[in-house]
Every structure is written in structure tokens, then in C-alpha cells.
């Protein structure tokens, strides 16, 4: 397996495990992090990695057939490890019994290897729903893992609804060799269902004092729709626009009325959902998209309905919407597939997400780390 080069001394490192489609990359390069070895194991995502960062080369492997001696040295240590095993739609497997969510020890023994090559800053993305998951069990073993390794641990939860319109909220564990502490309970980025884990007398955690994040976003889906002739094919027929009306709920019947009477256009997305044996159409009442995610995730695709001016619209989310709706609007596209789009993005981090935790949770620790050395990032 070949290394790739390790990077001068004038740039912060990272290695991307489980790296998808590379928007941890993205967001970590705002901050000034360089990613020098990424890893995943999808044919699909490389070819979407590949395609649009040119010159970095991902390597297609399965998380515990790498070896850390393989392994650059860099600074940081980004998983975005899989989570349906966690999520509602995986049934909530676990941590350690998940078919693919147990891919987080691959990770941490990874680490382990890599003895006094570890990185200083370490960072797990996961779903929320790590915090409960067997009776906070996984949390608490996710965190006693990095404990192992040498790192204590800070937990937040940041909604990419923060810098974009859509309603994503993720967990992160950050963990740091030399922490910085002193911060205050925060509910926006602690709350009560994860400021538990601070408490926890089995495990080794910090507070690392934070600026207020970014308050969410109450519209802005309507801005970063696609703009489209009426006589696009990607419309829905009058029939299918009709049936769609049908399946709504009184409640829901009248909001899309009120919209549609509007005198200017909106735009709202809609999942289909099955109540009481019955598939209906809901539609969310906020400027603001629902959580994208990939079909295998459980949930369904969201439908666009643009509205106002007496008119009604509707299409399935295009591909450029699902990257802008997670901040990379720049994205190279050409050549996918709109499936394999909306697979790669529903399946990943928000770009700004990462580039608000790389600049305030990552890079603090990396110059305190460099000075308390005598190191300067300049080397």
C-alpha cells in the first residue's frame, strides 16, 4: 500500500476517513487544514471524490483491511463514520453490534497503531442519536475509546441549519491531547441531552470555550432553488400535481392554498410519508429544506413544490440543490447522475459545519499544541 507524501511544514495536515464525497475536506481547507490521505470504501463516492478534487486520490479500502503504519503522519484525524446502524432507519443496531456503525473501532484501532504518530486532534461526526443509543451506552463507549487512545473529549451538536437552509443536525466528538477547557454549558451547542456526558464520572471530557454559534436559519430554500423554464421535463404532470393535492391532509391542503395565493413565488420541500397504512404528501411550513438523505438511509426523496402568483409547480430535488443545500453549490457535477448525487450528498457533512468546527475547535488546539512545543506552523 503506498504512503502518500506528508506534507511541508508550512500547512496544517488531516487525514479523511470514511471521506465519501470529500466535504469534510471542504470544510476543513476553510480553516486551513490540508488533506493528505483520505479512505473510503464506496465505488460510487470515490468516483465523485476523484472527479472533482483532480489531484487527491482516494483510497478504496475497507476500514480494517488498512494498516497504520500505512498512515501519513498529519495533525488531524477526521470519521465521518457510517451511521444508519444508529439512525432510526437502521433500527438502532449500535455502536459495536451495527453492521456498519462497529466500522468506528476500525478507526480507533487505526489510531491506536499509529503509537506516537497519533494525530493531536481527533474528530468523529455522527448522528444525534448516538447520545441515546443503548441507553447512552454507545456515546459513552465512543468517548472511553478516545480516553484510551490518550484524548479527552468535547461533545457539541451543530445544525448545518446554522449556515444553510436545511434542518441537519450532527453530533461530534472532538478529542484533543492537550485540551483547552474552561468553557461554559452552552444549550445551543450542549444541551441537556448531551450535557450528561460532562458529568459522567467514567469518562474524561472538556469544555473548550466557544463563540455563539450562528442563529438557525428560519428561510433561504426558496434562494437556492433551481431556476427552470415551465416547459422542463423535470415538472410533474398536471395528473401527479393532482394526485399530490389529493393525498394531503386538510391542514396541509390549506397551507398549500395559502402559498399558492401568494402574490409572489416560495418554495417548500415535501417527503411522502405513509399514515395509517396510507401514503400522503407532507410539506414542511418552513423556507427551510428537511434533512437530505440517501434512499438507503429509510427515507424517501423530497419533492420540490414552487408556489405563488395562482401557480403550482413540483419536481423531485435536483442534484445542484442537494450540493447547495449543504453548501457546495461549487461541486463538480457534470456526468453524475442525479441518484448518485443525491446519494453522495445525503450521505455527508455540511461543508460550513466542518469549517465552523476546524476554526474554532481544531485550529485553537493545534497553535496552543505547536507553542506549548516551541513549533511554530511555520515550522
Not at 77 to 103: N, V, Y
Request: hydrophobic share 40%; charged share 25%; with cysteine.
Amino acid at each position: 500500500m503506498n504512503i502518500i507524501p506528508i506534507r511541508g511544514e508550512s500547512e496544517w495536515t488531516a487525514l479523511e476517513f470514511f471521506a465519501g464525497i470529500g466535504l469534510a475536506r471542504a470544510g476543513m481547507e476553510q480553516a486551513g487544514l490540508k488533506t493528505i490521505w483520505a479512505n473510503d470504501y464506496d465505488l460510487n463516492k470515490k468516483a465523485m471524490y476523484e472527479g472533482h478534487w483532480k489531484s487527491h486520490e482516494l483510497l478504496l479500502a475497507d476500514i480494517h483491511a488498512l494498516k497504520s503504519e500505512d498512515l501519513p503522519s498529519a495533525d488531524v484525524a477526521w470519521a465521518s463514520s457510517p451511521c444508519t446502524d444508529l439512525s432510526l432507519a437502521g433500527k438502532r443496531a449500535g455502536l459495536r453490534g451495527g453492521r456498519e456503525s462497529s466500522a468506528f473501532f476500525g478507526f480507533t484501532d487505526l489510531i491506536a497503531g499509529m503509537n506516537e504518530r497519533k494525530p493531536e486532534v481527533i474528530v468523529l461526526e455522527n448522528v444525534t442519536g448516538l447520545a441515546s443509543s443503548h441507553n447512552r451506552d454507545d456515546l459513552r463507549a465512543a468517548v472511553k475509546e478516545f480516553n484510551a487512545l490518550g484524548y479527552a473529549v468535547d461533545a457539541i451538536t451543530l445544525d448545518a441549519r446554522r449556515f444553510v437552509p436545511q434542518s441537519r443536525p450532527r453530533l461530534f466528538l472532538i478529542g484533543a491531547k492537550s485540551p483547552i477547557d474552561g468553557g461554559e454549558q452552552d444549550t445551543c451547542l450542549r444541551p441537556d441531552w448531551l450535557s450528561w456526558l460532562h458529568k459522567d464520572p467514567e469518562v474524561h471530557t472538556f469544555m473548550m470555550p466557544l463563540p455563539k454559534a450562528p442563529d438557525l436559519l428560519s428561510h433561504g430554500l426558496t434562494l437556492e432553488i433551481e431556476s427552470m423554464p415551465d416547459t422542463d421535463s423535470r415538472w410533474w404532470s398536471a395528473e401527479k400535481v393532482a394526485r399530490f393535492k389529493d393525498s394531503m391532509a386538510a391542514v396541509q391542503r390549506e397551507r398549500l392554498e395559502r402559498f399558492i395565493s401568494l402574490p409572489h413565488l416560495t418554495a417548500r420541500t415535501a417527503y411522502r410519508r405513509t399514515r395509517n397504512g396510507i401514503p400522503v404528501w407532507e410539506m414542511r411550513a418552513e423556507d427551510i429544506s428537511g434533512c437530505l438523505r440517501t434512499a438507503r438511509g429509510g427515507s424517501s426523496k423530497q419533492a420540490v413544490v414552487v408556489m405563488g402568483e395562482g401557480k403550482l409547480k413540483i419536481r423531485w430535488m435536483t442534484g445542484l440543490e442537494y450540493a447547495r443545500l449543504m453548501g457546495a453549490g461549487w461541486y463538480t457535477l457534470e456526468n453524475l447522475r442525479d441518484s448518485q448525487i443525491q446519494y453522495g450528498f445525503g450521505d455527508a457533512v455540511a461543508v460550513p459545519v466542518v469549517g465552523w468546527i476546524a476554526n474554532h475547535m481544531i485550529i485553537p488546539h493545534l497553535v496552543a499544541s505547536k507553542k506549548a512545543k516551541g513549533i511554530t506552523a511555520n515550522g
